[in-house]
């Protein structure tokens, strides 16, 4: 994989993704911009809710507040992978405001899980013979030889509320982990939808760095 990044235009991290999603063998591509744009959107209007009772309130997809309107967009690294979450989110069929608010509640674990993750040597983490060794039955199947989770656990009957909240969140490390957080937080009537996040995290970084900054209101 490629090198570190630092900040990205926003057609950068569209480009991305998709290139991401693609690879995946993603078949709704052709709304991407949509749903960023959507994501982007309710993550700004969350804030602005929240602006009265938590003045610190922390953003899911940018850093120190939202910029105005028709302003230059630039992106860390981080807010790009959240991005591609968000969108992944969605396919399992979370609104977006619901996606917005688990990576608002994720962000202080994850963001920087996300630095250390990229840390790592991606040819260790990619190696598919020492990820078929360590496949157990029973086990989510997995690309990466140190996997990492977000799980949400939700209410069933809460699953589409644009407002709801999960039950229960996390970051973990591992399978084992993993099960343990299911089994003590996923109790009947509940569901649990869980992402993979290390091997998606250093694929959008190489993708981001094959990517240049276009200048706003250029022909595409």
Known sequence: MSGSIQRVKRNQVEEAI???????????????????????????????????????????????????????????????????????????RWPQGTAVRILRQARPTLEPEHARILAQDSKELFDEAEVLRRASPGMPAVQVTDPVFLAIVTQW??????????????????????????REQAPPGTSMTVLEVAGPAHILQDHLSRTQPRARGRSR
């Not at 709704?28 to 610190?56: F, H, V, Y």
């Not at 309107?69 to 991005?83: I, M, Q, T």
């Not at 699953?159 to 973990?172: K, Y």
């Open 18 to 92: 998709a290139a991401v999603l693609a690879q995946a063998g993603s078949e709704w591509t052709a709304d991407l911009r949509i749903r960023i744009k959507r994501l982007l959107e309710t993550d700004r209007a969350l804030a602005l809710e929240a602006e009265a009772s938590e003045p610190q309130a922390t953003y899911a997809l940018f850093t120190g507040g939202a910029p105005g309107r028709g302003r230059e967009v630039w992106f860390s690294a981080y807010e790009a992978f959240a991005l591609l979450l968000g969108v992944l989110l969605m396919q399992h």
């Open 157 to 182: 009957s809460r699953h589409a509320d644009l407002d709801a909240a999960p039950h229960a969140l996390i970051v973990c490390h591992g399978e084992n982990e993993l099960m343990r957080f299911s």
